[in-house]
């Protein structure tokens, strides 16, 4: 599920997909994407790059044409791989940077950016 709080510039991403499933923030105020996998108890944060990420209407948007027509072909499909490396607790300077929302869906995880 996707629920897009335009007031907050804040999109929330929810898959429910047994041991596969996980939360996303995109927060577009702060510039940061956070997901959470459920599986591997850890979040990952990456800077939102706008080359490649859309914009939040854009996000809408393209939601509103896969639920309408099931499949769209669009250039704008969102991959993004991460690799272990060093993971840390975020502290009060982190969430300061990351912001509220991404703290809540992160805090007490081994963050990796």
């Not at 702060?30 to 914009?55: D, H, V, W």
């Amino acid at each position: 599920t996707m629920t897009i709080h335009n007031e907050k510039n804040i999109v929330e991403v929810h898959v429910r997909s047994g041991v596969y499933s996980s939360d996303t923030i995109f927060d577009y105020s702060r510039g940061y994407i956070a997901t959470r996998l459920l599986s591997r108890k850890a979040c990952f944060i990456m800077k939102i790059n706008k080359k490649y990420i859309p914009e939040l209407q854009e996000i809408g948007r393209l939601a509103f044409e896969r639920k309408t027509m099931k499949t769209v072909y669009s250039p704008n499909n969102v991959w993004a791989e991460f690799q272990s490396g060093h993971s840390f607790f975020g502290d009060i300077k982190d969430w300061i940077v990351y912001g509220r929302a991404i703290e809540q869906l992160c805090a007490g995880l081994p963050l990796y950016e």
